[in-house]
């Protein structure tokens, strides 16, 4: 069809050039991958936390949070997997996989000396989770995720005023509005753009 | 007054390219051959045309067995593409 340069006017220019810039908007791939895997890894985290601490004698109930390791490894494989699949780098994607580094050393920093905070961890992890949702959400121009964000900003107010055993009773509902429904909406976009 | 268009960007499959390459970092000849529905051998000429005027580099190399091409459009690139934009804006009115 491109091999026709005969009658390529100025408007046919301009039709071509948005079609193009089109055909390659938003192209984060599998976005919704990563929001669904971390959205179940926190709140099995979490509940395993309560759980080990309500239920039981374990001297180190916060070892329900390791399970954020099968994260990180799940994360890097998929990562690894789809960099040999991908034909197209977009800008968005660099900026969108930086968002999510800063998220990953930050948390990293807050994890590391929580103790001088009075383990009020939760809280700053849903303001620093809001942030990276909230900015997702509008590289990838989409709403839910930008609801998601602002609804995790609400979520850390809340969870400032809650004791650390509700906390983490409320990190699962809180990841479902902020996480969960945007992944999964996000997943059946993806598929119908398919 | 009418600016002639660039001869090298008013051409469909190359101003395609080059509208491609200007929203992304870089892509794989195989994603632009997709994207465009040229043939192979078409689109090897006219990307070889476009890096010839150093709007675009093209870098070959290979990922483990399999042959990679990978288009990135230049500073130069961006700038032609842009005056080729306002030209094309004057042409049609609304520049």
């Known amino acids: 069809m491109k091999n026709n340069e005969k009658n390529f006017n100025p408007v046919e220019s301009i039709k071509l050039i948005d079609d193009m810039i089109n055909t390659a908007k938003g192209n984060i791939k599998d976005g919704s991958f990563y929001f669904l895997l971390w959205a179940w890894i926190v709140i099995a985290g979490s509940l395993g936390h309560y759980i080990l601490l309500k239920f039981t004698n374990f001297e180190h109930p916060y070892i329900g949070w390791s399970v954020i390791f099968v994260g990180i490894i799940l994360s890097m494989i998929h990562g690894f997997m789809q960099s040999k699949r991908d034909k197209v780098t977009s800008h968005f994607e660099k900026v969108y996989i930086l968002i999510w580094f800063a998220f990953l050393i930050s948390y990293f920093i807050i994890a590391l000396f929580m103790s001088k905070i009075n383990y009020q961890i939760t809280p700053i992890v849903f303001i620093m989770s809001a942030n990276a949702t909230f900015l997702s959400g509008v590289i990838i121009k989409f709403k839910p995720l930008i609801f998601g964000g602002i609804f995790m900003w609400i979520a850390s107010i809340v969870t400032f005023c809650l004791s650390p055993e509700n906390q983490l009773l409320s990190i699962p509902v809180i990841v479902a509005f902020g996480y969960l429904i945007p992944g999964y909406i996000l997943k059946y976009k993806e598929r119908k753009d398919v | ?95």
Request: proline share 2%.
């Open chain 2, 1 to 95: 007054m009418y600016r002639k268009l660039n001869p090298i960007l008013h051409s469909q499959l190359r101003l395609a390219v080059i509208s491609l390459l200007i929203n992304v970092k870089d892509a794989d000849f195989t994603y632009i051959k997709e994207k465009t529905g040229a043939t192979s051998g078409n689109l090897s000429v006219q990307i070889d045309k476009l890096s010839e005027a150093d709007y675009i580099t093209v870098n070959k190399f290979f990922k483990g067995k399999k042959p990679k091409t990978v288009c990135k459009i230049t500073k130069n690139g961006i700038k032609a593409f842009e005056e080729y934009v306002n030209n094309l804006k004057n042409y049609i009115g609304i520049g």
